[in-house]
């Protein structure tokens, strides 16, 4: 599993005209192929009267899965820049599908590539895009005399709390990176004299807003 990658936030859309035609763009986030094959051909019925329904996605941790379709447009012009767009944002297990209302007006090869590509880019940083980042919960039992004293050390420091558990004792499950294990049991063990019980849990990706 990847430590931290980007990926779109939510599924979502924006348009944008160009030369009176309109490039409406869906992005959503895939964990597979299938997935993406089906949020291209709910978009495709959905606009089912657009002249182009044009799709590009990236998916797995090493980008092993890459596909761009033109649905039309002349070879290049469409699914390329805009998978193009997906690699430049350094995206991850991201699909965007551009469906475009001809306007009357012929864009040419270059004014197409353009085009398509801005529609994606405007479209992600309308809907945004988070970083993931993998995180162990460790669990820090200690005794309830402790409890001031750690909980605030925690929460002026860089790791985040997660939930606090009061039973016999005191658990406090903190989000802890991966290059940060080490350091963290330091962190406790000194601040507790080394009473704290320290274990190590499961993994789970946090979100936070990309900029």
Do not use: W
């Not at 409406?24 to 959905?46: F, G, L, P």
């Not at 002349?74 to 209302?101: C, F, I």
């Not at 750690?150 to 929460?155: D, G, K, M, S, T």
């Amino acid at each position: 599993m990847l430590s931290n990658y980007l990926t779109v936030k939510a599924e979502g859309e924006h348009e944008i005209v160009i030369d009176r035609s309109r490039f409406i763009t869906t992005v959503a986030r895939v964990q597979t192929e299938e997935e993406a094959i089906a949020v291209i051909q709910r978009v495709k019925k959905q606009h089912s009267s657009a002249n182009h329904n044009c799709s590009a996605y990236l998916i797995g941790e090493t980008d092993h899965i890459q596909k761009a379709n033109d649905d039309g447009e002349p070879s290049g012009t469409a699914g390329v820049p805009m998978l193009e767009v997906l690699k430049k944002r350094q995206l991850k297990d991201t699909v965007a599908v551009v469906t475009r209302y001809f306007g009357g007006i012929k864009l040419g090869a270059g004014g197409l590539i353009r085009a398509y590509g801005k529609s994606v880019s405007e479209t992600l940083n309308a809907v945004g895009v988070v970083e993931r980042k993998l995180m162990y919960n460790v669990s820090a039992v200690i005794d309830y005399t402790l409890l001031g004293k750690v909980e605030n050390e925690l929460r002026s420091s860089i790791y985040e709390i997660k939930e606090i558990h009061y039973l016999e004792n005191v658990e406090i499950i903190t989000y802890v990176a991966d290059g940060e294990l080490e350091p963290f049991k330091e962190f406790i063990t000194n601040l507790t004299n080394g009473q704290a019980q320290l274990t190590v849990g499961d993994t789970e990706y946090l979100e936070e807003l990309y900029s």
